[in-house]
């Protein structure tokens, strides 16, 4: 079949009765969860990649999914009945070549999702540039809560499922959908297969500057989701968020806004602390909810809440119902998770890589702490965090720290940025100081690790943030914290 095949085409070729499916690049977050769900229903999964890291590295260990290391033809040798091909898997991959030479019937991994499990449920789907994963867990959990046993996928780990996705009997299935490319043979985002009933959209902004030219590109792939629902379908959108709305106003979806600051459904008397928030909710400025309980501090996951609530009223659930669900959500690892304390010392572990995203976590932080000083390790990382095109936006996200250290721009081997297009540490961290966090741009991982323990001090809140691994920095000193009172 040949790469350049439609979605249609490639899903008419997938074989009544499959067996044994194979995933090129099953290391992926969303692979590893495709690899899950694939094997509780019953078929035989092997997949290939390389390095493998955690959470999906346990995550497959525990599953009966059959992973070869290394990316080579003869992987393909025990003729799998269908393939699936992640997004990171490039053309040239000498397994994907192989692949192309035979006639096995291979799909994308939202096409094998639309295909084996969404098509007859139905989609509750979280789109946009911020709180994806918190907001999808948080519908899985209130549904869950209510009885109506979902089904979820979500690109991180439910704290209250122990896992990246779930398996419900249940007729809604909760996913997160992703703007990003669906593989090497369709350019286009992931959510626009998936076909939701219901989708929210948090934020637009540019993001995956590797594949998105500009604001305009981005907000041209949440256009076309918009213009795929019809007036059968719900749209929920973020009216804090003025290019969400302006990339949804043409959509023949029944359109439903949401906001801390403007929309038909609004939080109001929104309280933090140590415990989390609490917050009432008001629809066209009549009061449906009062002292909502969220375990999860900070305004941005306030306005997750928010967003998950107006569609699930949409969706036909009841205000107290939500209330219910949110009061029991236990919230996703690496998302302002706190991951031990020693000497005084509070270690907080964070995903946050987008100059927006860095704020409100910081700012989440500093209400939910009060006046302990924050201490803020940062590795650029992500596809946008590497480039420049940020620069002037990470100097003012990192405010609400006292310190602040720089790591060096991850290297990427199939991604090796010019340095004419490289994020600058040297000049971000003299930026980020004139605003007032002294910031320090280190030369390594190790070097950050030995500032950190050199300035940290009894009652400060080390937060690590990054979209990786991170060389285990966030334990590494804890570890040494715990050896200092022992």
Request: aromatic residues 8%; proline residues 5%.
């Amino acid at each position: 079949m040949p790469a350049s095949s439609s979605s249609a085409e490639r899903l008419a070729r997938v074989p009544a009765t499959v067996k044994h499916v194979h995933l090129i690049g099953v290391g992926g977050t969303a692979m590893a969860a495709l690899a899950g769900m694939l094997t509780e229903s019953g078929f035989r999964v092997t997949g290939s990649d390389n390095q493998l890291y955690e959470p999906t590295a346990s995550l497959l260990k525990s599953s009966r999914v059959e992973v070869i290391t290394g990316f080579r033809p003869a992987n393909l040798d025990t003729n799998p009945d269908l393939v699936v091909v992640g997004n990171v898997i490039p053309r040239s991959n000498e397994e994907a070549v192989a692949l192309l030479a035979t006639a096995i019937p291979y799909l994308s991994m939202p096409e094998a999702l639309w295909h084996f499990f969404l098509r007859h449920k139905r989609v509750l789907m979280v789109a946009g540039t911020h709180g994806k994963t918190t907001t999808t867990s948080m519908i899985a959990r209130i549904l869950e809560i209510a009885g109506r046993d979902p089904s979820m996928m979500v690109g991180g780990l439910a704290k209250d499922f122990g896992s990246n996705y779930r398996m419900g009997a249940g007729g809604d299935f909760v996913i997160e959908g992703d703007e990003y490319d669906t593989a090497f043979f369709d350019k286009g985002p992931k959510f626009l297969h998936y076909h939701p009933f219901g989708a929210i959209v948090t934020a637009v902004e540019f993001d995956h500057a590797d594949i998105y030219r500009d604001l305009d590109h981005v907000k041209s792939s949440f256009r076309a989701l918009a213009d795929q629902m019809d007036s059968s379908r719900v749209l929920v959108v973020c009216a804090d968020s003025p290019h969400a709305l302006d990339s949804t106003k043409d959509t023949r979806a029944k359109r439903i806004t949401y906001g801390l600051s403007s929309g038909e459904y609004r939080a109001t008397n929104i309280r933090s602390g140590e415990g989390g928030a609490h917050f009432d909710i008001e629809r066209e400025s009549q009061r449906i909810a009062r002292n909502v309980p969220l375990p999860i501090g900070g305004k941005m996951n306030v306005a997750n809440a928010l967003g998950a609530f107006a569609l699930l009223m949409a969706s036909g659930l009841e205000p107290v119902e939500i209330a219910k669900g949110l009061a029991a959500f236990g919230g996703v690892v690496r998302r302002q998770e706190v991951i031990g304390e020693a000497a005084g010392i509070t270690v907080i572990d964070d995903f946050a890589h987008h100059p927006t995203a860095i704020g409100a976590t910081l700012d989440a932080i500093a209400d939910r702490f009060g006046t302990r000083r924050i201490i803020a390790a940062f590795e650029p990382r992500s596809n946008s965090a590497r480039r420049n095109v940020f620069q002037s936006g990470f100097a003012g996200a990192f405010d609400r720290a006292a310190r602040v250290y720089l790591g060096p721009v991850y290297f990427k081997e199939n991604d090796p940025i010019p340095l004419s297009d490289r994020l600058d540490t040297k000049v971000l961290a003299s930026e980020i100081t004139k605003r007032g966090p002294i910031t320090e741009a280190c030369t390594s991982n190790e070097e950050i690790l030995e500032h950190l323990l050199r300035d940290a001090k009894k009652g400060d809140i080390a937060i690590f943030m990054s979209n990786g691994p991170f060389d285990r920095l966030k334990d590494r000193f804890l570890e040494v914290l715990k050896l200092r009172i022992n």
